[in-house]
Each structure stands twice: as structure tokens, then as C-alpha cells.
């Protein structure tokens, strides 16, 4: 079985300030690892992955994350937060072994605050 | 391309009432899923399919019926609706797993379910 945990509901950072978004996830094999972003009132959008290759995968709007296989951590971070940064984050996982499609956990979401 | 459609946006029911959320993607995907939204619990799947005429269950589908006659459309039928059931539904395609490689996801904007 897969799963995902994001520790904290929510983080609060000053804008400028770099930001941490943290994800752990369980598997059985290697993962694949997602990150996914959700503004209000809207569907999920895509950020970036983790395949294989580069631990750090760098995304869209200057997010990056850092895969660590020993910690099982694929943490979200941005060197310099804004205040359209603000919104819910997700992090999900596939195991390379499950079938079933294209099949996701999801973590439980980090509300990201970002304040002037 | 309008991506992944959903209708409707919102929908108030009283207990025991069917209906149907109604999907729909452009882009020539072969998966299509559904999901439910609840606060503190993230995203967990309802149902899936990895083409027309195939689908199968997801973490939750008690409650839930879908059927995939074409590529583009995937509705997802709520039975006989229970309180429990109210949440927020989203759609989401993607292409297949390709070589192990499994693609991003797109989501819809999301129905906003009420049961009374």
C-alpha cells in the first residue's frame, strides 16, 4: 500500500522569505512524486514530479523539490515566497509497481500563507 | 481546448435523490478518474477508468456508480444520495502510464455537492 503524509496543515512565511512545504510518503518499491497546488475555488494544478534521475526537480513558478530516498521525503520549496503563493498544496506518490492506471495517494494538504 | 469540463458547479440534494456529475476532457486521455475533496482528508478515489468500457473501484466507491462509453465522457452517478456523500467532486485525465512513466494529471474545476 501506498501513502502520503504532509505533517502540517498549514505554513506561514513572509513573503521574500524562503518556504518549506514537507511531504513524507510510504511505498512498497520506488516512488514516483508529485507535487499538485490548488487555489481557491478551483481544480488541482500540476507543479512538478519525480521520476527518477536528479534528486532536486525544479517546476513551474519557481518551485522546486528535493527528493531524499534514505529520509522518504519529497519536500516542496520556493527560495523566495509571494503572496500569489498562497494556496493549498498537495503532494501525492505512485508506487512503480501498482497497476490500475495512473492511480495517486494524496496527501491531506498544507495550506500556505503568504503574508506582506 | 477546454481541458476537463465539469457540470454542474454546484448542486443541493435531499436524501434519497439520484444524480449524475457530468465530466468531460478534450485531450484524447485514456484515464479518467473521480475524486472527493473533504476538509482534513485530502483527495481519495472514488472511481476510475483507463479507457472506454473499463473502469474500476478506487479507496471509496460505496455509493457511487460510473460508466465510460466514450474516450471523452465520464459521469459519475450518485445512487440514492446520504449527507455523508456531500463534498467537493473533481474529475481528473491524464494519458496512461508509458513505460512505467506515469503523466501528470488535469483536473476539472470541481462540483460542490450539498445533501440534505
Known amino acids: 500500500a501506498q501513502s502520503v503524509a504532509q505533517p502540517e496543515d498549514q505554513v506561514n512565511v513572509a513573503e521574500g522569505n524562503p518556504l518549506t512545504v514537507k511531504c513524507t510518503y510510504s511505498?512498497?518499491?520506488?516512488?514516483?512524486l508529485f507535487w499538485y497546488v490548488q487555489y481557491p475555488n478551483r481544480g488541482l494544478q500540476f507543479l512538478l514530479k519525480?521520476?527518477?534521475?536528479?534528486?532536486l526537480v525544479k517546476g513551474s513558478y519557481g518551485f522546486e523539490a528535493e527528493f531524499n530516498k534514505s529520509q522518504t521525503s519529497f519536500h516542496l520549496k520556493k527560495p523566495s515566497a509571494l503572496v500569489s503563493d498562497s494556496a493549498l498544496y498537495f503532494c501525492?506518490?505512485?508506487?512503480?509497481?501498482?497497476?490500475?492506471?495512473?492511480?495517486?495517494?494524496f496527501g491531506t494538504g498544507t495550506q500556505l500563507k503568504v503574508e506582506l | 481546448n477546454a481541458g476537463v469540463t465539469q457540470t454542474p458547479k454546484f448542486q443541493v440534494l435531499k436524501t434519497g435523490q439520484s444524480m449524475t456529475l457530468q465530466c468531460a476532457q478534450d485531450?484524447?486521455?485514456?484515464?479518467m478518474s473521480w475524486y472527493r475533496q473533504d476538509p482534513g482528508m485530502g483527495l481519495r478515489l472514488i472511481h476510475y477508468?483507463?479507457?472506454?468500457?473499463?473502469?474500476d473501484q478506487g479507496e471509496v466507491p460505496n455509493g457511487y456508480n460510473v460508466s465510460r462509453s466514450t474516450t471523452e465522457d465520464f459521469p459519475l452517478r450518485l445512487l440514492s444520495a446520504a449527507p455523508s456523500q456531500t463534498s467537493v467532486y473533481f474529475c481528473?485525465?491524464?494519458?496512461?502510464?508509458?513505460?512505467?512513466?506515469?503523466?501528470?494529471?488535469?483536473f476539472g474545476p470541481g462540483t460542490r455537492l450539498t445533501v440534505t
Open positions: 481528473a485525465s491524464s494519458y496512461l502510464v508509458t513505460g512505467g512513466v506515469p503523466y501528470e494529471q488535469y
Open positions: 511505498v512498497s518499491g520506488n516512488p514516483y
Open positions: 519525480y521520476i527518477t534521475g536528479d534528486n
Open positions: 501525492a506518490v505512485r508506487d512503480r509497481l501498482t497497476g490500475g492506471g495512473n492511480k495517486l495517494t
Open positions: 485531450m484524447n486521455h485514456e484515464y
Open positions: 477508468s483507463v479507457g472506454a468500457g473499463i473502469t
